[in-house]
């Protein structure tokens, strides 16, 4: 999966495995700089208007912490539940603050993790500490964009708060990385988008067998693979579908989609 998401679905039959081998082998040569211009070339930046969004207001407080930033519901009732997000590859963590803003707005503590190289599978378990931050939130949700829905699909299994997790999310992403069929117990909800070409709808039915069997899958008609943050357009590792919807048009699908499931989460 983080092959397909980082170099495509292939690369000339080259595995992922060789490719951490000769960048291995290229660090060891001196070329370390040389490998993260290429990372940091394929940066996504968040757009200027999430700025005004990073903020406090009368009915949520922003939070901001080294490895994450958070909107947090003034009113305690709210503060019983709660999601963390890991981003998607190279994205900005910023480039969420809208999607996660609204989504607080619902009644949930919204976390959003950065990662270093703004590749999640780098720090996999910062959930943890966020969890640890917000100790009045009785369960959560983990979950994320594209990649980082991968990492948040490993948190299931080896972060070291796991025990409280009931709810997995996978935002425009596939789970090809663990075995998550025996837990009952998880709820899993796949959000994908109609013009989304950076996933593959193929790859998704191939591996719907990893998830829990409480899945769920739905779509955003008319939206894409950039449509899921404020960012884009985005050209890597293929250029993405086009939306037939405005963004706040697909981001309001996801908050409503994710307002109306997570409720069957914490009532499980």
């Keep these: 999966y983080i092959q397909s998401q980082l170099f495509g679905e292939s690369v000339g039959g080259l595995s992922f495995a060789a490719v951490g ?3 291995v082998g290229a660090i060891g040569g001196g070329l370390l700089a040389s490998w993260l ?3 940091r070339s394929k940066f996504l930046e968040a757009f200027d208007e999430v700025d005004g969004a990073l903020a406090s207001d009368e009915q949520l407080s922003f939070v901001q912490q080294k490895t994450f930033y ?3 519901p003034n009113a305690k009732t709210q503060q019983q539940h709660g999601i963390v997000l890991y981003p998607g590859a190279f994205v900005h963590e910023h480039a969420y603050a809208i999607l996660a803003r609204k989504l607080a707005r619902k009644g949930y503590v919204v976390v959003v993790l950065r990662s ?11 959930a943890d500490a966020a969890i640890e931050c917000f100790a009045q939130v009785r369960s959560w949700a983990v979950g994320g964009h594209s990649l980082g829905a991968q990492t948040a699909s490993g948190f299931i299994t080896k972060g070291k708060h796991a025990n409280k997790v009931k709810g997995l999310v996978l ?8 075995d998550l069929s025996g837990y009952a117990r ?3 909800l796949t959000i994908l988008a109609e013009h989304d070409k950076i996933i593959m ?3 998704v039915e191939k591996h719907d067998h990893l998830l829990p069997p409480t899945r769920k899958i739905e779509t955003v008609r008319g939206g894409n693979h950039s449509g899921f943050g404020h960012y884009g357009p985005q050209l890597f590792p293929r250029p993405d579908g086009q939306r037939t919807i405005s963004l706040e048009e697909q981001q309001e699908q996801v908050v409503n989609l994710l307002a109306a499931w997570l409720p069957l989460v914490w009532d499980a």
Excluded: E, M
Aim: glycine share 2%; proline share 9%.
């Design 21 to 23: 081998v000769l960048t």
């Design 37 to 39: 211009a290429f990372i």
């Design 70 to 72: 958070a909107f947090v």
């Design 116 to 126: 270093p190289l703004r590749l999640s599978p780098f720090a996999p378990k910062r």
């Design 171 to 178: 935002l425009g992403a596939y789970n090809s990385t663990k």
């Design 186 to 188: 998880l709820y899993a």
């Design 201 to 203: 709808l193929a790859n």
